[in-house]
């Protein structure tokens, strides 16, 4: 007999008619540079009001032991246990159009099932589009403007976003596998990845989420609220600025990226992104970058 996917989640009985409605994910614990995806969660689900409308089984789909959830212990007793979540929340709009989100921590295990079960939520609520997010290190000036890489399951998705002219191997992760598996069952599904200039990778950076609210807004035509990430991005630019001002070696790191970049961009008459096969950075220079950065999450893109 074949495994349930009903069996790794609970429904609300309540949930309005979402026909239409489109479904936003972000999971912790892959990739995620200058914490961009994370930093578009916190804030919709800070900024939104909202309510869980559904709940996965994280003791089936987490390993505890290599993510240990935080506990207070408080001088002579356990105070407080951080349970970990993976569940899917309803909120709405500007205009009060309804949209989901799901996020949590990126399941260890039973990834095609948990595939099955977003299908079968995908499915029973009439969802349209799925979006993902998250931040890349790129080598990139943040005194220009941020890219950003479009993928979908279907070329028009995508939009006036450039494509990468390569073609790479690179990590996993349950959110590129959901795209694939949704282009599949014919669902329309896309993502979006910031770019994040690779000396502030493991940094927080306001900047890279604002410029995935805005890619996420464009795409879906909903209109999110922006205002407490754009203060949170000139106060980041701010502080960057003078910390690079402070140090020579930053300064000349960050000269040589806009030589680059203008270089670049007065050839083309586009963005250093849009550029061609012979200026972009090759396949196996942008695994070996993505790679890199994983290692320094903990080595396999799992946080510990």
């Not at 282009?183 to 989420?209: I, K, N, R």
């Not at 980041?236 to 960050?254: C, G, L, N, Y």
């Not at 942008?286 to 994983?294: C, K, P, T, V």
């Amino acid at each position: 007999m074949g495994l349930d996917p009903e069996e790794l989640y609970e429904v609300d009985s309540d949930v309005p008619d979402l026909n239409g409605a489109v479904l936003l994910h972000f999971f912790e614990g892959f990739m995620d540079a200058g914490s961009a995806g994370r930093l578009v969660t916190d804030h919709l689900t800070g900024e939104v009001e909202n309510r869980i409308v559904a709940r996965f089984d994280v003791d089936r789909l987490i390993d505890y032991r290599s993510r240990r959830p935080a506990m207070i212990y408080a001088v002579d007793h356990w105070e407080e246990y951080e349970t970990p979540e993976l569940v899917v929340r309803l909120l709405h709009d500007d205009d009060g159009i309804p949209f989901l989100l799901l996020s949590g921590l990126e399941p260890d295990r039973e990834w095609e099932l948990f595939a099955a079960a977003v299908r079968q939520l995908v499915e029973r609520w009439g969802v349209r589009l799925t979006v993902g997010y998250h931040g890349i290190p790129m080598g990139a000036p943040h005194t220009r403007p941020l890219g950003v890489t479009a993928h979908a399951t279907r070329e028009h998705l995508i939009g006036e976003h450039q494509p990468l002219p390569n073609r790479m191997q690179v990590p996993g992760s349950i959110a590129a596998m959901l795209e694939y598996r949704f282009g599949e069952w014919g669902h329309d599904a896309m993502g979006f990845a910031a770019h994040v200039p690779h000396y502030l990778a493991q940094s927080t950076y306001p900047a890279a989420a604002l410029t995935i609210l805005d890619s996420i807004g464009k795409a879906t035509g909903l209109r999110l609220p922006d205002g407490e990430l754009r203060t949170a991005a000139e106060v980041a630019k701010a502080e960057i600025d003078r910390q690079v001002a402070e140090s020579e070696e930053s300064a000349d790191v960050v000269r040589a990226l806009e030589r680059q970049y203008d270089t670049f961009t007065e050839a083309s008459g586009h963005s250093l992104l849009a550029e061609s096969q012979e200026h972009m950075p090759t396949a196996e220079e942008l695994g070996s970058q993505f790679e890199r950065f994983l290692a320094e999450q903990g080595g396999d893109g799992s946080e510990r």
